[in-house]
């Protein structure tokens, strides 16, 4: 089964910091622009950070204390969050193009969520 594999989410302080990770499974990353969304209770889903062409956009709200990152060895890419508030409780979600191993084709997915809480 293909598929995005996100982890590191949890609860945590204000303050504090998260690295949350994505990588494909069944494949390998296609190679086309990737993002990480959140989506809040009752909110819609917003783009938090985003890649292309080797550069990397950010939302203004986390823009200083939240960098996408990507490690192209370990196929995985990274959302390093630092100086967490609790608005940025959330379910995050990776997006990305995959290479399906077993269908040589590209495929656009989403990651299953982690989720993310900040409170004291």
């Not at 609860?11 to 504090?16: N, R, T, Y």
Request: contains cysteine.
């Amino acid at each position: 089964q293909v598929q995005l594999v996100e982890s590191g989410g949890g609860l945590v302080q204000p303050g504090g910091s998260l690295r949350l990770s994505c990588a494909p499974s069944g494949g390998i990353f296609g190679g086309g622009p990737m993002g990480w969304y959140r989506q809040a209770p009752g909110k819609q889903r917003e783009l938090v950070a985003f890649l292309a062409d080797g550069n990397t956009n950010y939302a203004g709200s986390v823009k200083g204390r939240f960098t996408m990152s990507r490690d192209n060895a370990k196929n995985t890419v990274y959302l390093q969050m630092n100086s967490l508030k609790p608005e940025d409780t959330a379910v995050y979600y990776c997006n990305a193009d995959i290479f399906e191993s077993h269908s040589r084709r590209l495929q656009n997915y989403w990651g299953q969520g982690t989720q993310v809480t900040v409170s004291s």
